[in-house]
């Protein structure tokens, strides 16, 4: 790749692919006469639209597809695991330049585009063409173009269209390209957003989306997106004359949204995550991910957690839009419209969306963006997203074959892959946890929890405690950094297999973990999404579990507010046997059935009147 090497990278001739192309290639390929197709990626980001029309190729016995990377972006970190990924054959880009190729398909305009042999496709890599971009004058100098994507600087090569085909999702973009660039618009083409279309198909899953991001009945699910630059929502200098507002943001997620009644994710562009490096971005975030926040990885998983948020704190990025688009209520942390073409449709999200200040509460702002939102808020913006919802795939692959001049395969449709599952991600919270609880009623009594990760040395939780609560405990991870707190912990929590052979069963782990913290009054093994073990200081052990709702699934509230819930039982004054056969417990305006399984005979107790000291 341009752009330097990498330490042990193979350079120069050594690094040019012999097969399936190459000097003498035809000796040792198998299938020959392939059209060759080239996918070119600029950075992570552009390669992210590269890997959703990959499909469109998929069982054509007469097409080779390549990779390559143009090595202009500065964004280069992650593109070799990223093209790894994708499985293809990757030529350098200067044996790219000198190979010719039946297509050429690209993401962005950056590198050298004009040098390839071959048909041009050029398709956005987020939603249509929105965002002002500074380029080099002949003096070195920076200038400010109109739009990225749409002006003459990125559209021309010596006053001739770059591009034989220019995709674009909606007519307005066509006619903003006309306006800016009229030589290039008659390589405009129609063909909807790819991108789009996959979350499209992925709607009707949201349930399970949502289960599969952790979020539990009652759960509302908060996304902060963000995209890169100073001036986005993560960057924090989007208005002079405001204070950054990332790390308020960051704190008050914690402080001020109970755990067991709000979910946090978030997702950042890729820029972010590959400029500044994967693990200073999670030390960036070290706290608010300790306080149970966590952070999507920059490749996958994305689009479905928009999918299952209920509201989404962005910026002016396309994540943002694209929430809107599907009916999700956006609140924006940063705005700078200065960045974008006044006439796209992101900036007239920008017009139209709430904003979200620094002032008063962060939760008041949440809740009344997700009380007043009316799903069709945003419908002339969904519109716009794309004029063929759900054909993508069909106009894209149409485009492409027409442009190699191959028949389109006859034996099966255009397809997309279909969004993944996403592996199982519960909250996990390693930072201490303020549990504030109450037990209502007689018949049957009642325990209601609400329960706060506590990062910073602020104001308790207790100090505004509503009416019902009548005592507060810490539970506190025994993997938590702040090991000095496990010495004063009220209830002491641990997350693993209850096979797990370094800690031995949990009936073992939790008698040991009492003797370890002496002023605990509970332990708590957690060996599943929806139940724990328990044991208290007396020595009873006993099962906590979710019961199973009308459709056969447990609860995935986590498990460590039942022990809290069990705590709370206790120190009120109550004996366990009085807690046989379960519990209700209460987070916010959810119920949860717990029942309460003794794991072996219980024995006389005296009731539990304190934690610790």
């Not at 200065?338 to 904003?355: E, F, H, I, K």
């Amino acid at each position: 790749m341009a752009g330097g090497a990498a330490a042990g990278e193979v350079t120069g001739e050594a690094a040019r692919v012999r097969v399936p192309v190459g000097e003498g290639a035809e000796r040792w390929v198998t299938r020959v006469g392939c059209r060759r197709v080239l996918f070119i990626v600029h950075n992570v980001t552009s390669a992210t639209r590269l890997l959703d029309v990959l499909p469109l190729f998929s069982g054509d016995l007469r097409v080779q597809m390549f990779a390559t990377c143009t090595g202009s972006s500065p964004f280069l970190a992650g593109v070799p695991e990223l093209l790894a990924r994708a499985g293809l054959p990757v030529l350098p880009w200067e044996q790219a330049r000198d190979t010719p190729f039946d297509l050429a398909v690209s993401a962005s305009y950056g590198g050298e585009l004009s040098a390839l042999q071959g048909k041009l496709a050029v398709l956005s890599h987020g939603v249509g063409y929105n965002k002002r971009l500074a380029t080099p004058d002949n003096t070195g100098q920076h200038r400010t173009t109109p739009v990225f994507g749409l002006s003459p600087d990125w559209l021309l090569h010596d006053g001739r269209p770059l591009a034989d085909a220019t995709v674009l999702s909606h007519p307005e973009q066509l006619d903003r390209l006309r306006s800016a660039c009229p030589q290039a618009a008659p390589t405009a083409v129609l063909a909807g957003d790819p991108c789009y279309d996959r979350i499209l198909a992925a709607l009707p899953q949201r349930a399970l989306l949502r289960r599969a991001l952790g979020v539990g009945p009652g759960q509302r699910l908060i996304v902060v997106s963000s995209t890169w630059a100073p001036r986005s929502l993560f960057g924090g200098d989007w208005e002079p004359a405001a204070d950054d507002l990332l790390p308020w943001l960051l704190s008050r997620l914690s402080a001020e949204l109970p755990a067991d009644e709000y979910r946090t994710v978030a997702v950042l562009h890729p820029n972010i995550w590959y400029g500044h490096g994967p693990g200073q971005v999670r030390a960036w975030l070290g706290n608010a991910r300790r306080a149970g926040l966590d952070a999507i990885p920059p490749l996958d998983g994305w689009r479905q957690a928009l999918i299952a948020a209920d509201c989404v704190l962005g910026d002016h990025s396309s994540v943002t839009y694209y929430a809107a688009s599907i009916g999700v209520p956006v609140l924006l942390g940063a705005f700078p419209q200065q960045d974008l073409d006044p006439l796209s449709p992101v900036a007239a999200l920008g017009r139209s969306a709430p904003r979200l200040v620094r002032r008063g509460s962060l939760r008041a702002q949440i809740d009344r963006v997700m009380a007043a939102h009316d799903p069709g808020r945003y419908k002339e913006l969904a519109e716009q997203t794309s004029s063929a919802p759900g054909e993508s795939a069909a106009l894209l692959r149409r485009l492409f074959y027409g442009l190699m001049g191959l028949p389109e395969p006859a034996a099966h449709p255009a397809l997309l892959d279909p969004l993944p599952l996403p592996p199982y991600l519960p909250a996990r919270r390693t930072a201490p946890v303020r549990v504030l609880s109450g037990v209502i009623g007689t018949a049957p009594p009642e325990v209601s929890v609400v329960r706060h990760a506590v990062v910073s040395d602020g104001p308790d939780p207790a100090d505004d405690a509503a009416p019902w609560v009548d005592s507060a405990h810490t539970v506190v991870d025994e993997e938590t950094p702040q090991t000095g707190r496990l010495r004063i912990a009220d209830v002491v929590v641990r997350y693993a297999a209850g096979d797990d052979p370094r800690l031995g069963p949990p009936a073992a782990w939790t008698a040991e973990a009492l003797d370890r913290y002496p002023y605990c009054g509970l332990t708590a093994y957690v060996d599943g999404p929806d139940r724990c073990v328990v044991r208290t200081r007396e020595g009873d052990l006993v099962r906590l579990s979710a019961a199973a709702g009308p459709d056969g699934r447990a609860d995935l509230c986590d498990p460590a507010a039942y022990a809290s819930a069990l705590h709370a039982w206790l120190t009120s004054g109550r004996d366990l046997a009085d807690a046989v056969p379960g519990i209700t417990v209460r987070t916010g305006d959810t119920v949860h059935h717990v029942t309460v399984d003794p794991l072996a005979p219980l024995a006389p107790v005296t009731p539990l009147t304190s934690g610790a000291p």
